[in-house]
Each structure stands twice: as structure tokens, then as C-alpha cells.
């Protein structure tokens, strides 16, 4: 028996990374998946990818209008769902001198007010002891320099995972945090973070030689703690965290 066999599992930003990894182990353990994605393309390659028991949405986890369809849209294929994956989000690097109001907001938006609100709108399709999973980071925990808006954005999911656990525990509903280290990702590029090439790369360097292991990890080693977490091997486990970061802030 797989260990999800029978689940619905909604999985936000699927189309790639971590989130495709998660919903390709998920499948394979006998859920039913649904990926978000920004677009129509995207979310359709995706469902293709995963077969029968994979589904795309297209919503926007920047946008609170296409969180607002979202529950609908979920609707639209199963009544209720039994893990709940919040992982869409952008990793940008800005000095504190630099940040503007624009800036902030395409930071905190995706990673923190679209993950929140998210919940916010699938908690009625929720089964009661169901699992919600939050996508963090280890930057939560570290200080780095220009990193200020993306490690207070995970900083506070991971004070949601505790504070949630809480208020959701009438239901049952257990709420936990990943926190990677440095994963080789489409994420992890000069464009996508916001930096030059020469700098990508000497970020790289540093980075490699802070990991105790050596080396970056993958999204696939991502998805199998999240597997964890949604499936019931987690069942007395709740306002947690566990970081996945090869050694990296841990020895």
C-alpha cells in the first residue's frame, strides 16, 4: 500500500522545483495532485506529466483575486482535499537601502500574504486531520547579508506553522515547516534572484563550502520530507520544523 493512497494533495507553485518534485513523489504514492501555476501552459505540461491523478490550475499566489477563485477551482475536481502544500514563492536579494515599497511587496506578497491567504481560503475544504505543509527556508534562522525581505517573509511562516497548529487543533489539522538549505533549483538563477552572473557565482562558491555535505541539494530530496509531513508517519507531529539543509546550520 502507497502511503497516500486515497489522498487529494493541492500543491501551489507545482510547475517546477520542489513543488514538481513534490507532486510527481505524491502521485507516485497514490495521491490524487493538483498543481497552481501562473499559466495555462504551464499548469497543462505539468498535469500531462503526472497522468491521471494530476490536475493544473492556473492562479497566481501574488494575486488575492485568483486566491480567492482557488477553492472553486480545487472544487471543481474533488469536494475536499487532505494535504495542502504552500510552496509557491520568489527568492529575490536587496540591499535594506535599496528596498522600496515595490520592492517589499514582491517579496512578502507571494512568500507570506499569498501563502496565508491561501490557507485562509482552502481551510473549508480541509478534511479534519488533514495536513498543511509550509515551504520555508534556513535563512529563516541565518544572517545574511541583502537577504533581509526573503528570510522575514519565511521567518513568518514558520511562526504560522506554531501559531496555526494551535488554532487548528479542534480539527485536527497538524500544520509543519520544511526548511531547505541551498537546492538546485530553476529558482536558483542570476535572473531569478535578482543578481549579476559573476555574482551567482561567487554565491555559489561561499555557499558549497558552508554545507557540511558539499555539495547543494535537490528537489527531490525536498519532496521526501514533505512526504513526511503529509503522510500519516507524521500523524503525532504538529508545529514543526524540519530542516533540510545538508548540515548546513546544524553543525
Known sequence: MNRLDNKVAVIT???????????????????????????Q????????????????????TGSLSDIRAL????????????????NAGIAKFTPIADVTEAIFDESMTPNFKGAYFTIQALLPLLR????????????????VANASLYAASKAALLSLSRNLSAELLPRRIRVNAI?????????HSAAKLGISAEQLRQMDESTVKQV??????????????????????????????LIVDGGMITL
Not at 555535505?213 to 514543526?240: H, K, N, Q
Request: aromatic letters at 6%; charged letters at 15%.
Open 41 to 60: 501552459e504551464s499548469v497543462a505540461k505539468v498535469a500531462a506529466e503526472l497522468g491521471e491523478r494530476g490536475y493544473g490550475i492556473v492562479s497566481d
Open 128 to 143: 479534519d486531520g488533514s495536513s498543511i505543509i509550509l515551504n520555508t527556508s534556513v535563512n529563516a534562522h541565518m544572517g
Open 71 to 86: 477553492p472553486q477551482a480545487v472544487a471543481a475536481h474533488f469536494p475536499q482535499i487532505d494535504i495542502l502544500f504552500i
Open 179 to 187: 526548511s531547505p538549505g541551498p537546492v538546485a533549483t530553476p529558482l
Open 212 to 241: 557540511p555535505l558539499g555539495r547543494y541539494g535537490t528537489p527531490e530530496e525536498i519532496a521526501r520530507a514533505a512526504l513526511f509531513f503529509a503522510s500519516d508517519d507524521s500523524s503525532f507531529v504538529l508545529g514543526a520544523e
Open 13 to 39: 507553485g507545482g510547475t517546477s522545483g520542489i513543488g514538481l518534485a513534490t507532486a510527481h513523489e505524491f502521485v507516485a504514492q497514490g495521491a490524487s495532485v493538483l498543481v497552481t501555476g501562473r499559466t
